[in-house]
């Protein structure tokens, strides 16, 4: 299973930015699919998630109304759009996947893509 996530970079605050990632070696539809994200000194935290079928979505608040999730079940990918980014959205954001996880919330992740750095600059 293969996880691989694209698009991090650097940006000016108020920015946007699109994460892609890319699964292959699993059956995607069968998985809740998401995205966390480590800044330095701090532990992983939920970023987004999305259900099976894409047609429910979750964020966490600090996110919420500035990144939307979405998911191509034919493409086997996720994609998260972020808009009116902050200095405090800089991290390392993850792709993740949980095949037990019930609508968005995550249960337990299976799989983790390998992280790709997202810096916003004040």
């Known amino acids: 299973v293969q996880l691989q996530a694209s698009g991090g970079g650097l940006v000016q605050a108020g920015g946007s930015l699109r994460l892609s990632c890319a699964a292959s070696?699993?059956?995607?539809?069968?998985?809740?699919m998401g995205w966390f994200r480590q800044a330095p000194g701090k532990e992983r935290e939920f970023v987004s998630g999305?259900?099976?079928?894409?047609?429910?979505?979750k964020y966490a608040d600090s996110v919420k109304g500035r990144f939307t999730i979405s998911r191509d079940n034919a493409e086997n990918t996720v994609t998260l759009h972020m808009n009116s980014l902050k200095p405090e959205d800089t991290a390392v954001y993850y792709c993740?996947?949980?095949?037990?996880?019930?609508?968005?919330?995550?249960?337990?992740?299976?799989?983790w893509g390998k992280g790709t750095l997202v810096t916003v600059s004040s």
């Open positions: 070696g699993l059956t995607f539809s069968n998985y809740l």
């Open positions: 993740a996947a949980d095949r037990r996880g019930a609508g968005t919330s995550f249960y337990n992740v299976d799989f």
């Open positions: 999305i259900s099976r079928s894409g047609g429910r979505t």
